[in-house]
């Protein structure tokens, strides 16, 4: 059980372009889902947080304009960068909690998105 | 001064060995501590849970909290090839995770 999954595993796209990541939770409600970038060789930077159904939450120094954040169902929830360039070049994680363990905040990983602006 | 440190290695060691990976935090709050274990070009998987101090053992691999050093072990006995990964220290006051940055562990066969 706990299954995050990411759509996609990795893309490439053209500098300008806009790409969307999905996460979804496969066997459990996701009241908040979460997610983080990780450049090569650096941990997990936490970019923003979301509850279903309310807007993102932004860390401080992550653009929410150019990272749309949509959580728009209990076990969807997708990242569209938005004219990408090639410093948004990085692996996107999203995680999610599960709303009905109430007894910690454990997050359940996704596998992740490999992301390469030309 | 990060709030969350961790030696990033690479740690090498021989197969069979004992190993000890190590985080230390600055932030008092933090009373969720969990360790995950990220294969290369995958997402983290957790690997352990701790709530406050104590130790917690499961098969293989023992988790330590100090509160009071505010420091943090993962043990892996008679380490595997196959634990050849980045380890990722995690804590929580109780909801938002900050992570260490890794340590890059290689066991060779």
């Known amino acids: 059980g706990a299954v995050v999954s990411q759509h996609p595993s990795w893309v490439i796209c053209k500098s300008g372009t806009s790409v969307k990541i999905e996460c979804r939770s496969l066997?459990?409600?996701?009241?908040?889902m979460f997610w983080y970038r990780q450049f090569p060789k650096q941990s997990l930077m936490l970019m923003a947080t979301?509850?279903?159904?309310?807007?993102?939450?932004?860390e401080q120094g992550v653009e929410k304009d150019k990272f749309l954040i949509n959580h728009a169902s209990l076990t969807l929830s997708t990242l569209t960068v938005t004219s990408a360039h090639p410093e948004d070049s990085s692996f996107y994680i999203c995680?999610?909690?599960?709303?009905?363990?109430?007894?910690?905040?454990?997050?359940?990983f996704g596998p992740g998105t490999r992301l390469t602006v030309l | 001064q990060k709030e969350v440190e961790q030696d990033p290695g690479p740690l090498s060691v021989p197969e069979g060995a004992i190993v000890s990976l190590n985080c230390t935090y600055s932030?008092?709050?933090?009373?969720?501590f969990m360790w995950y274990r990220q294969y290369s070009r995958k997402g983290p998987e957790l690997l352990m849970y701790?709530?406050?101090?104590g130790n917690k053992e499961d098969g293989r691999f023992t988790a330590q909290v100090d509160k009071s050093s505010k420091y943090i072990s993962l043990f892996i006995r008679d380490s595997q090839p196959s634990d050849s990964a980045t380890y990722l220290c995690?804590?929580?006051?109780?909801?938002?995770?900050?992570f260490g940055g890794g340590t890059r562990l290689m066991v060779k066969p």
């Open positions: 995680s999610a909690r599960d709303g009905a363990r109430v007894s910690y905040n454990e997050q359940f």
């Open positions: 932030n008092s709050a933090f009373q969720y």
């Open positions: 066997d459990f409600q996701a009241t908040t």
């Open positions: 701790t709530y406050s101090s």
């Open positions: 995690a804590m929580s006051p109780g909801n938002m995770l900050t």
């Open positions: 979301s509850n279903e159904g309310s807007k993102a939450t932004y």
